[in-house]
């Protein structure tokens, strides 16, 4: 299997450099030449597997079509490593639970950071120790966060041989227990960077450095954001798991919604319909700001800037630049490199905005394109989380809150899967206002907001984090 750039398609890739490269030197992100496709025998085959041997199991059945450059017992070995219930505090790894009839929730919060970045972090720290182990390499990694992705990689890197973490976060702006989970780890490979702006400035400053291909090659930048492949081919795995779960048979269809803020979730399910899971509906669940869902509603795609990015209650999809979106318009766009260059490397940073209502009118009319999309407010997620708990006794995050309240608009007669965002404990204190009363605490992390932290406040100025790079690998 060979790996092509969003923008380009002249250089193609095998796995495990795209894995240690992240984002390609054009600027643009890797997709497989093809995607491939899983028929009738091979879903039913995958069925049987997952019932009786477990996630790990599966996980290998779907990363084998996609990984061929490393060894079919190597890749084996670091499934069952990741997916364990020590791990994941539960033998089913990604359990679905009924909330009532055709309606579930997958549970993806079950790992160490209790955050759904959680299911592919942990593998991605696996392959990056494995491969790096295997040529004699260290790697640096820079990465953005909203809040859920720092603490996943942060935690699934720490103390991994050749390896240091460099994880970039807006400043003040994630809820008290993510900022603690980070900011409370002393391991030297670990680096907190507190950027004095929004998600999108930490995102920014990580393709600007990224882009430069000299800094990028002299200090080995690597990255984990969801434009890294693996990361986002590690979630495709959970929509199987869901799938197997909610049906009986592969004669059934379901619909998936998706909180979404940089679009690599539900990226994942895009690329697990086109290789063929009978998925029907895609839901794309957004709070205020709603970038995708107003693309999904118009064809229009507008980015907003940091002043006109709002900070909001679930603050994990406070994100009005979705790096992941030019994988969908890519394919959409039937993978015209030069079109998608051109609209993402000059329309976009030029106009803000580009208008594809006419593509995708045409593309909806295809097969695996059904779309739908929706929007929260703060106190839909509080009136949602109340409703929730009342009627099933069940306490939801406030991002999970924004996907239940778009797929009740959204649910047709399929069966309909929520996937879960986080344990509510990260953000307790929209869960008070909510219920009058703390989520459920974890006992390993009682206090942790007490703890030393270890972290930098830096300007969102990319030369002065190449700077601070610079001095810690010197």
Same mark, same amino acid.
């Given at each position: 299997m060979n790996y092509l750039s969003t923008r380009s398609n002249t250089t193609p890739r095998r796995f495990c450099d795209i894995l240690l490269e992240g984002l390609a030197p054009d600027g643009g992100l890797y997709l497989p030449e093809h995607y491939?496709? &899983?028929? %009738?025998?091979?879903?039913?085959?995958?069925?049987? #597997?997952?019932?009786?041997? !477990?996630?790990?199991? #599966?996980?290998?059945?779907i990363l084998s079509l996609f990984v061929d450059d490393i060894p079919a017992a190597d890749l084996k070995a670091l499934c069952e490593k990741?997916?364990?219930?020590? =791990?994941? !505090?539960?033998?089913? /790894?990604?359990?679905?639970?009924? #909330?009532?009839?055709?309606?579930?929730?997958?549970?993806?919060?079950?790992?160490?950071?209790?955050? *759904?970045?959680? +299911?592919? +972090?942990?593998?991605?720290?696996?392959l990056f120790e494995y491969e790096l182990a295997r040529r004699g390499e260290q790697l640096n990694i820079l990465g953005a966060t909203s809040g859920d992705t720092g603490s996943a990689a942060e935690y699934a890197m720490r103390g991994k041989q050749g390896i240091r973490v460099f994880m970039l976060s807006p400043h003040g702006r994630m809820s008290a227990f993510q900022q603690?989970? +980070?900011?409370?780890?002393?391991?030297?490979?670990?680096?907190? /960077?507190? /950027?004095? !702006? =929004?998600?999108?400035?930490?995102?920014? /400053?990580?393709?600007? &450095? %990224?882009? $430069?291909?000299?800094?990028?090659?002299?200090y080995k930048i690597g990255t984990v954001n969801s434009i890294n492949w693996a990361r986002l081919l590690a979630q495709v795995v959970y929509y199987f798991a869901g799938y197997f779960q909610a049906t009986s048979s592969n004669d059934e269809q379901v619909d998936f919604t998706v909180p979404s803020g940089n679009f690599g979730n539900v990226c994942a399910g895009h690329v697990a319909r086109q290789m063929g899971l009978p998925i029907d509906k895609l839901v794309v669940a957004t709070n205020e700001n709603d970038v995708l869902d107003e693309f999904f509603r118009t064809g229009v795609y507008r980015v907003r800037g940091s002043a006109d990015t709002h900070e909001t209650s679930s603050p994990s999809m406070d994100i009005s630049k979705a790096s992941n979106f030019e994988r969908f318009v890519f394919d959409m766009l039937g993978r015209d490199a030069a079109r998608t260059r051109h609209l993402f490397?000059? =329309? #976009?940073?030029?106009? !803000?905005? *580009?208008?594809? %209502?006419?593509?995708?009118?045409?593309y909806r009319e295809g097969p695996r394109t059904r779309w739908m999309s929706g929007s929260s407010?703060?106190?839909?997620?509080v009136n949602v989380i109340r409703v929730v708990d009342e009627r099933y006794g069940v306490v939801i995050d406030p991002h999970t809150a924004d996907a239940y309240g778009v797929a009740r608009k959204c649910a047709g007669h399929n069966p309909m899967i929520v996937l879960e965002t986080a344990l509510p404990i990260k953000f307790a204190a929209t869960i008070r206002e909510a219920l009058g009363r703390d989520p459920d605490r974890p006992a390993r992390f009682d206090g942790i907001e007490d703890l030393p932290r270890r972290v930098q406040v830096l300007p969102a100025d &990319? $030369?002065? &984090?190449k700077v601070l790079i610079a001095q810690e690998c010197d």
């Amino acid at each position: 299997m060979n790996y092509l750039s969003t923008r380009s398609n002249t250089t193609p890739r095998r796995f495990c450099d795209i894995l240690l490269e992240g984002l390609a030197p054009d600027g643009g992100l890797y997709l497989p030449e093809h995607y491939p496709q &899983v028929n %009738s025998t091979t879903l039913d085959h995958w069925r049987r #597997l997952y019932v009786q041997h !477990g996630y790990a199991a #599966l996980a290998f059945e779907i990363l084998s079509l996609f990984v061929d450059d490393i060894p079919a017992a190597d890749l084996k070995a670091l499934c069952e490593k990741t997916y364990t219930p020590e =791990v994941f !505090g539960t033998p089913e /790894i990604a359990p679905l639970k009924k #909330l009532h009839e055709g309606f579930y929730l997958e549970a993806l919060s079950n790992g160490p950071t209790l955050a *759904f970045k959680d +299911m592919a +972090m942990q593998l991605l720290g696996n392959l990056f120790e494995y491969e790096l182990a295997r040529r004699g390499e260290q790697l640096n990694i820079l990465g953005a966060t909203s809040g859920d992705t720092g603490s996943a990689a942060e935690y699934a890197m720490r103390g991994k041989q050749g390896i240091r973490v460099f994880m970039l976060s807006p400043h003040g702006r994630m809820s008290a227990f993510q900022q603690a989970q +980070m900011f409370s780890l002393q391991d030297a490979n670990i680096h907190n /960077i507190a /950027i004095e !702006g =929004v998600f999108d400035d930490c995102q920014d /400053i990580v393709k600007a &450095v %990224s882009n $430069d291909l000299d800094f990028k090659r002299q200090y080995k930048i690597g990255t984990v954001n969801s434009i890294n492949w693996a990361r986002l081919l590690a979630q495709v795995v959970y929509y199987f798991a869901g799938y197997f779960q909610a049906t009986s048979s592969n004669d059934e269809q379901v619909d998936f919604t998706v909180p979404s803020g940089n679009f690599g979730n539900v990226c994942a399910g895009h690329v697990a319909r086109q290789m063929g899971l009978p998925i029907d509906k895609l839901v794309v669940a957004t709070n205020e700001n709603d970038v995708l869902d107003e693309f999904f509603r118009t064809g229009v795609y507008r980015v907003r800037g940091s002043a006109d990015t709002h900070e909001t209650s679930s603050p994990s999809m406070d994100i009005s630049k979705a790096s992941n979106f030019e994988r969908f318009v890519f394919d959409m766009l039937g993978r015209d490199a030069a079109r998608t260059r051109h609209l993402f490397a000059e =329309v #976009l940073p030029r106009e !803000g905005r *580009f208008d594809l %209502s006419s593509e995708l009118e045409t593309y909806r009319e295809g097969p695996r394109t059904r779309w739908m999309s929706g929007s929260s407010t703060h106190a839909d997620r509080v009136n949602v989380i109340r409703v929730v708990d009342e009627r099933y006794g069940v306490v939801i995050d406030p991002h999970t809150a924004d996907a239940y309240g778009v797929a009740r608009k959204c649910a047709g007669h399929n069966p309909m899967i929520v996937l879960e965002t986080a344990l509510p404990i990260k953000f307790a204190a929209t869960i008070r206002e909510a219920l009058g009363r703390d989520p459920d605490r974890p006992a390993r992390f009682d206090g942790i907001e007490d703890l030393p932290r270890r972290v930098q406040v830096l300007p969102a100025d &990319v $030369d002065r &984090v190449k700077v601070l790079i610079a001095q810690e690998c010197d």
